[in-house]
């Protein structure tokens, strides 16, 4: 039986910023052993890749760059996330994009939905940051990798982290995005309070990073990151439970406030090695939206639910001129990798709640999920194993 995790971890004080890395490198330890969502029970439809996330897509990297220093009104709940469909190299791929709700930001879509293509990573941060993190990236191409290339213009997503985080001090450097991309790895990826999820809610729980992936006929495999910070608590639905209203019940017959409920965003990226047409990744980022509803997501009026799909097939999708061979499945095959995104992305938001730990911030408390509630609502419904 899963217990209350402990409150994140609130330095004060003139801590120093030794201490400060400290705490984000024992946090990020202690994240990555929290339960996923499926080890509490948690029925899912689907089978995944081996590591159940994006990064079961060949050549597809995730790095983070964690911020968390201070207390009160100065608090730095914040960082970033660098989503590289093909490792630390130039390399474009066939992309599509979609806004569920366009209340929201994310650089560079004008050009993934008029030329079909991504042509660097997918950057994942807080609102406040995307001008510095968008920069960063040319900068990192340029200085770091060293590939001569063509014009390009960086693709950086959004989610409000204001509540937990002082966003009006725009924390996050340029070295920051810098190290968020140079620690992109292949393998696990961690999850909850960590890079552009650090100062994230959702649901009125704890939210942040969640990944999760579909293999698919034909030997495919699709994966999902989110960037949760979206939803009701009243609304959220786990395996078709009430969860949010079951548990603001429980909080009110013990005296307990509930955190007031807010509008969010969330920003999801889906990677296939399918090989698939820039038009079909848009039919693929518009099947997102089903996933975040089977949760009790609405799309709320100041929701940014923004959407990007690529895929890592057809090495000739950054030809600039002549004909270029391609491979592409026909729309009438597209059915299993449209439930494998719907399924994903459910699995992800709430692999984004589980790791998601009580933290202190700049505007007050956010818990975590309380996994050992949730496990007994499961049971209690015929739904938890």
Known sequence: MCTRRPVFPTPTGSSLSATFLLLALVSATALQAQPRAR???????????PLNAITDVPGVEVGHRT????????????????VLPKGKRWAPVFAGW???????????????????????PVMITGTYSVGVVRDAVNRWFAEVVRQDIPWHQPVVGETSDAFLNDAAGQHVTSADAFAALNDARPGAVTEGSVGGGTGMVAHGFKGGIGTSSRRVTGGYTLGVLVQANYGVREQLTIAGVPVGRELRGAERERGAQP????????????ATDAPLLPH????????????????GGSASNGSGDIFIAFSTANPGAGASTGVTPLEWLPNG?????????????????????????????????????????????????????
């Open 39 to 49: 080890e509490l029970g948690i029925p899912f439809t689907g089978v995944t890749g």
């Open 67 to 82: 911020l968390i220093r201070g207390s009160g009104k100065s608090s730095v709940r914040t960082g970033v996330t660098a």
């Open 333 to 385: 095959d597209l059915n299993p990798l449209f439930q494998a995104t719907v399924e994903a992305t459910e699995e992800a938001i709430v692999n984004a709640l589980v790791a998601g730990r009580d933290m202190d911030g700049a505007n007050g408390r956010v818990f975590g999920l309380p996994l050992a509630q949730v496990q007994e609502l499961l049971k209690r419904y015929g739904r938890g194993s």
């Open 259 to 270: 955190p007031a409920d807010r509008d969010g965003s969330i920003i999801v990226v889906v």
């Open 98 to 120: 979609f806004a569920g709700n366009g209340f929201g930001e994310m650089t560079g879509a004008p050009w993934v939905v008029e030329g079909g293509t991504l042509g660097g």
């Open 280 to 295: 079909q990744l848009e039919r693929i980022a518009r099947r997102v939206p089903m996933g975040i509803a089977r949760l």
